[in-house]
C-alpha cells in the first residue's frame, strides 16, 4: 500500500546561499536529505528535529509546517486526521515519544506568586545567604534529646537516612536503552556538579557511572532489568516505579535491534531480545505486596539508603500516596499528565491521567491531613519548564522537582517526539553509535548545570522577592501563591486564593 | 466585631523580668512601652504580666472577651460542662482613661487616645474537673477548649489562659491600656508589652498583643513572611489558627516544640530562627548532628520574615530576633533584672544605670530564667 499521507514539513533550500558542503546530508538521521548534484529534501521524512538547521554553515534551510496539507477543519484537525490515515494504513497502535502536547490548561500559568512591600523587607540575594539545601527522606513528627554525661545535651532520636540535595530540582528516570549511554554520563556528571540525582530508569546502571553513586537513584521497575545487589547499593537512593505519567498503567518495551552489547550486560537480558517491562509488578498486587518490596530493598540496602515509589498521576492518587508512605515510602514522586517519555500510546498519553498541580495539591493535603506528611518527602514531576514553575510546585507542597524533558532539551533535543525510532539526531534517544557520538557527556554535563545554576539563581530571586531566605519557608506555603482565571473549585482543590484577595 | 483579614504590622516591644521572682507594678513597662510612642499608631497595645494572681496561683485565669452578653452567656453555658468556674469577676478598668500626669508624672503629651467602646471584659478562674483528664493531660485538655470557644463560641475571645498570669490589651496606644486596665495596681516578676503599628484598621481587641495561650504569651514586632507554611504545619497538630494574626503561630510553635515535643528552649529557638547552613557545616560534630536535624525535622516551624520576639512564661523570659536581624532588639541587665526592648532608650527610661546593655546577634535567644521563688 503507498502511503497517503501528506508530509507533516517542508523543507525549504535556499540554493543560492547553500555551497553543496552536503553537512545536513551526513546530519539527517531520518533519511530526509540526499545529494543528487544539489541538495533534494524528502519532504516525507522531515520530523523537524531542526539538525540540519542547526549545523548548516550557510544558514540555507528552513523547516515549514506543511499548511495546507489538509483543507482547513477546526474540528478534523491536521493531527487527527494524519493519525487516522497511518491506522488505516498500518492497523497499529499509534506511538509517541515525549510528553503531552495538547493545548489543555496549564496550571502553572494560572498561578501568581507574592512580594514583599514595605511592612516585610524583600531580602537581596547577592548580599544575603539564601538557602536551597533540601534533604530527601523520611522525618520523624519530633525529635527526642537526652543529656549526655557531661551534661551536653545530646540528640536521642536517630533519624533515617536523609539525601542532600544543594538545589531542589532532580533529574528524571531515563534508562539507558531509551536514552544513550553518553546521555546518561553528562546527567550523572551534571547530578554531581550541581549536587543533585540523575535517576537510572529501568534500564540497570552502566558500570561506567558506578563512580557517581552518590548522585544517582536506581530504580526498580516491573522488568528488574539490571537489578542486582550491587546494583541497589550503588546509589544514594532507591525507586520502585510503579507509573509513568506520560503512561500510567502501561508497561514499557525496548524493541530487541537497541539491545547491543552493552546494553545486554546493563540490563542482563540476551543481546538483541526485546526488552519487555509488564504494565503492573508481578509481585505487587496490593499495597502490601509493595510495602514488602520496600523492605526487602531496604534490607538489601541495610536500612542506609532512602527507598522511594513513583506513581502517576490518577485521580485517585492522594489515597494511593497515603497508602504508600504508610508502606515503608520515605519518597513519594508523582508524575503528572505531561510526564515525557521515550515511547507511549499516543492514545494514553494524552487521555490518561490527572495535571500534576491538582495531584500534589490533593496528595501533600491528604498526608497533612493524616499526619504523615513529615514521615516522606515528595518529588513532582511531569512538565516543569522554568524555575517559576518549580518555585509554584515548592509552594503548593513538593520537596523538589523532577525535570526530564528541560533536561533532554538542555542537552540539545528539540522535542520532535520521535523518542521511539531510535533516530535521535542528537545523540539522546538513540543507541545507534554514530548518533550517541554526536553527545559529547562532558558539554552535555555542562549544559545541563548551567541551566540548574540559572534556575537556582532564579529561586533565589524569588524567595528573596518573598522575603524569606530559605526554601522551607516556601514549601507548602500556598498563601503566598494566588489564581488567576480559575474557577473556585479548582482554585479550592490547589488550595490558593484567587489573586485580589489580600491576606 | 472581629476582623477576618489578616494585618501586617510594625510595632514597638519591650519586656522586664526579675529572675529573682520579686514582683513590681506596672508602671515601669508603661512608662517603658509609652517612650516608643511613635512606634504605634493607636491601632493596638497590651501587656503580659506573670505572678499577678499569687492567691490564685493554681487556677488557670482565663481574660475573656466577649462582644456581647449573648457571647458571655453562650460563652458561660459552655464553661458549665467543661470547667469548674471557681470566681469569675468583671476586669477592673478605668474607662476612658488616658495616660497622663496623674498616673505616670512624665509625658501628658502622650495620653492622647482615650480608651473607648471595650468588649465585655471579664476573667474567670478555672479548675478542670479530673474525670476529663483520663485520656488527655490537663494543659492539653486547655488548649484544646481555648481552641474550640475562639473557633466556635461566637463573639468570645480566650485573651489568656494560663495560670498567675494574664493578658491585658485592646485597641489604642500601649500606655493608654496600661492606665485603662490599672496595671499600675497589679504586681508581676515578668511584664512584657506591645504597641502596635498595623497598617489596616483592626477594630478588633482581640487583635492586639500579646498573643495567649496556656502561660505562653508572644509580643512580637514584625511580619512572618512563612506565616503560610507555619500555620499548615501546625494544623495536624491540631492547633486552629484562625485569628489571622501571624503572631499566634509563634505560640503555637513554642507550645508544640516546648510543652508537647519537650525540646530545650534554646533548641525550640534554634528550630524557629535556625542557623544558615553554611555555619551549620563548621559546627563541632554534636552541635552540627543536633541542629542539622532540627532543621531537617522542623523545617515547617522556621520563621522567615523581619522579627523580634519575646516569649514569657511562667520561669522565664526568651527574646531573639530573625535569621538576618530585620527588626531591632537591645538587651539590658542590671542586677537581677533582664530588659529587652526594639529600642534601648525604652530601657533606659526606666533603669537609666545598667550593668550591660547588647544587642544579640540574629538568630541568638537572649534566656531569662528564673533562679528564686516567686516572691508571694
Ligand atoms: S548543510 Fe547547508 S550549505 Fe551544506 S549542503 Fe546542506 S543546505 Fe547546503
Ligand atoms: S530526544 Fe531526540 S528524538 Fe526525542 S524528541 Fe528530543 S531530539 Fe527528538
Redesign the pocket.
Known sequence: MSSQIPPEFTVI?DYD?????????MNCSFGC?QFKDK?VPEHKKCVACHR?VT????S??TIKKNELAYKENANWTPEMRQNILKQAETGGILLSGMGNPRPQQILWDHMLIDACQVTNPSIDPLREPMELRTYLGRKPNHLDFTRGENGDIELGTTLQPQVKLDVPIVFAAMSYGAVSLNAHKALAMAAKKSGTLMNTGEGGLHTDLYPYASNITVQVASGRFGVHSEYLNTSATVEIKIGQGAKPGIGGHLPGEKVGDEISRTRMIPVGTDALSPAPHHDIYSIEDLSQLIYAIKEATDYTKPVGVKISAVHNVAAIASGIVRAGADIVTIDGFRGGTGAAPMVIRDNVGIPIELALAAVDQRLRDEGIRNNTSILCAGSIRNSGDVAKAIALGADAVVIGTAALIAMGCRVCQKCYTGNCAWGIATQKPELVRRLDPQLGAERLSNLLTGWSHELQEILGSLGVNSIESLRGSRERLRGIDLDEQTLNLLGIKPAGIGQ | MRCNCYIPSGCAISGMMSESGERMDGNAIIRSIALMHDRSNGLGGGFAAYGIYPRRADQYAFHMMFDNMEAKEKCEEYFNGTFDVVLDEKIPTRPGAVFEEDTSGRYPEYGTQPIINPPILWRYFIDVPEDKTKFISEREYVVENVMDINSNVDGAFVASSGKNMGAFKGVGYPEDIGVFYKLDEYKAYIWTSHGRFPTNTPGWWGGAHPFCLLDWSIVHNGEISSYGINKRYLEPFGYKLELRTDTEVVAYLFDLLVRRHKLPIELAVKALAAPFWKDIDKMPENERKIITAIRQVYGGGLLNGPFSIILGHSRGMVGFNDRIKLRPMTCARKDDMLYMASEESAIREIAPDLDEVWSPRAGTAIVGEMNGEVEA
Open positions: 533550500i546561499r547553500c555551497r553543496r558542503c552536503r553537512r545536513c546530508v536529505m541538495v540540519c549545523y548548516c554553515p550557510e540555507a534551510i
